[in-house]
């Protein structure tokens, strides 16, 4: 299956890093020997289009960190699912817990309303999911992921039109990671989750995000049904975000060697 790495810039950078970033990373996609995995760039919104300046004529994506599931209208302050179309973005993070956390009144019905107008406009969601630190405390982590699975999943979509991001909210920027068990038992409850929802489910591409670095990278590339990662603070570096690029390509050589 292709795998992923989604470097999500958050509110980190600045205009000048993160074309700086954009600039070189293409270079290093395009001048790089080794297959390597889809390499997406989620930058602020204002910077989306001198981003994809940078990257157009490489094989790296733009990513937009959220829209307005409205086509266009009087909504100040949003940017609608249209609008990021028309800028190139081909992914859309959907359900992150920073906005999750900001958005409180945002149900799981509008996430999958959302996710589904991102699929109409012809770009792909990256759904995300995960637990709170207290829902993993009680036990509840599988059912809370399974739930969100069940309610946010878009009722239609085909294999490729759809990412999915287990990004438990309590790993977001903490530099803790769940173990690998941990990690593998989710990703396999989601993956339950997915094929129940639709014959294709198995198809569906499953990251995991929560402080990933250039030192777990590996490891994590390395558990049972994790189809690439999601990167927050971590690759807002060159060297670092490059690193996890190809943490994930010394793992693939590890899988077809043995
Ligand atoms: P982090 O963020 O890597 O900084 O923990 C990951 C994410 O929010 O997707």
Redesign the pocket.
Request: proline share 0%; net charge negative.
């Given at each position: 299956m292709q795998q992923y790495v989604?470097a999500?810039w958050?509110m980190f950078l600045r205009r000048k890093d993160a074309e700086h970033l954009a600039k070189h990373l293409a270079r290093h996609v395009i001048e790089s020997e080794e297959a390597l995995p889809k390499v997406i760039l989620c930058p602020s919104h204002p910077y989306l289009i001198p981003v994809h300046e940078h990257i157009k004529g490489s094989s790296v994506s733009l990513g937009a960190q959220g829209c307005h599931p409205q086509h266009l209208g009087p909504n100040t302050g949003e940017v609608g699912v249209q609008q990021v179309k028309d800028v190139n973005a081909e992914y859309v993070?959907i359900g992150?817990?920073?906005q999750r956390r900001e958005h409180t009144e945002r149900t799981n019905e509008h996430i999958r309303s959302l996710a589904e107008m991102v699929i109409e406009h012809g770009m792909i969601p990256i759904l995300?999911v995960g637990e709170t630190a207290e829902e993993r405390k009680k036990g509840r982590a599988k059912q809370a992921v399974a739930k969100k699975i069940q309610e946010e999943t878009p009722r239609k979509f085909r294999p490729g039109q759809l990412l999915v991001?287990y990004?438990p909210a309590w790993?977001?920027?903490?530099?803790k990671t769940p173990t690998r068990k941990e990690i593998e038992e989710m990703h396999e409850a989601i993956g339950y989750e997915l094929e129940k929802l639709t014959p294709n489910g198995k198809l569906i591409p499953v990251l995991y995000?929560?402080?990933?670095?250039p030192k777990n990278a590996e490891e994590i590339l390395r558990c049972k049904g994790v189809h690439g990662v999601?990167?927050?603070?971590?690759?807002t570096k060159l060297d670092n975000l490059w690193a996890i690029i190809k943490a994930h390509n010394a793992h693939e050589h590890e899988e077809n060697e043995g």
């Open positions: 989604v999500n958050k993070l992150h817990s920073e995300c991001a990004e790993a977001i920027g903490t530099d995000g929560g402080s990933v670095d999601v990167v927050g603070r971590h690759g």
